[in-house]
């Protein structure tokens, strides 16, 4: 996944993120937006305590370790490419500005935290050490 971070840290909290994961079919891509609602403190995946986090008193908080899937979908898919050796590429799009309360608005001009992960397979799963951050300067 791909994700516009929150600014001052950089994290997945309140992260706007856009997955794409493999069709039906396994040969095409499916661009999902969602946002991230929790975090997980520390990440007990052999069992522990989870601390949960929401921005906003509607959405509640999501048991799970995955970013909530948006009402509002607002990336199309420009182009894709599934390589024999299992790596994706795609080109993608949205508004810089969509309406969304769940989307970060893009400001021409204004650097841009970018979050990334990738799981180990084709379904959507926890990234373990594979993920990372930098910053986009204009």
């Avoid at 095409?28 to 946002?35: A, E, M, Q, S």
């Avoid at 520390?42 to 601390?51: K, L, T």
């Avoid at 050796?85 to 970018?114: A, H, N, Q, W, Y």
């Avoid at 379904?123 to 204009?138: C, D, F, I, K, Q």
Wanted: glycine letters at 12%.
């Amino acid at each position: 996944g791909l994700g516009i971070g929150e600014w001052t840290s950089g994290s997945m909290i309140g992260a706007d993120i856009v997955t794409a994961e493999p069709d039906n079919t396994g040969r095409g891509v499916v661009l999902k937006d969602r946002f991230v609602n929790w975090q997980s403190f520390p990440f007990a995946p052999y069992g522990g305590s989870f601390h949960y986090y929401a921005k906003d008193k509607d959405i509640g908080t999501d048991p799970s370790l995955f970013p909530v899937v948006d009402d509002q979908q607002d990336w199309s898919l420009d182009d894709a490419t599934l390589s024999e050796d299992g790596c994706t590429s795609v080109v993608m799009r949205r508004k810089l500005d969509t309406g969304d309360r769940f989307d970060r608005v893009l400001v021409p001009g204004e650097p841009v935290r970018i979050i990334w992960a990738h799981g180990e397979g084709t379904v959507l799963a926890y990234h373990s050490a594979n993920r990372g951050a930098t910053v986009l300067y204009p």
